[in-house]
């Protein structure tokens, strides 16, 4: 189940959002590396490379996403004891490439929807999640999307700008 959380013009910056609900993530939980299968993109993979793993270590090769018939990538590896992902810490429960970590880390519980030139916010209400609607949480406000997401947003926003004659003259006044 998903439910739709915030929206963000990827011109103007401007957010709308559902005030009711929080989230904040809770430290060392790690559930979401136990319970959930993460796609890796290409950039991914490279980005983890460089840190001097080989993808053979991190790359399940035998489980595959798709989106319709678009091949998305392979699935990150789980630790054949633990049965969590190949980087989380099993004592600690932290991850070890934290700040390399595959993009739809970085998301989770968050799905981002491109629909023209606004980027959509839906949470994943996975019921393992004890970061969603948390009590300390924080709203999904404009400062908490672009606080967490800013390279992602900017990402989309630059390319709604190049790809629309009509935001580059809004952008060069
Ligand atoms: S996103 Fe949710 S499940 Fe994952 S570590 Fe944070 S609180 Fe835990």
Redesign the pocket.
Known sequence: MKRWVATIDLVTLEVESDPTFKFK??EN?????ERLEIPLRGEDIERIEELGYNAWEFVDYEKLFYRGDKFLGYAIKKNPVTDACVFLDPETKKCKIYNHRPLACRL??FIFVKHGDKMEIYVKEDS?????NHPEGEPITREFILREYGDVIEEYRQKVIHESPKHRVKVSV
Do not use: R
């Open positions: 993530c809770v939980c790690g559930l979401c590396c989770y519980p393992f999640c004890p970061g969603i």
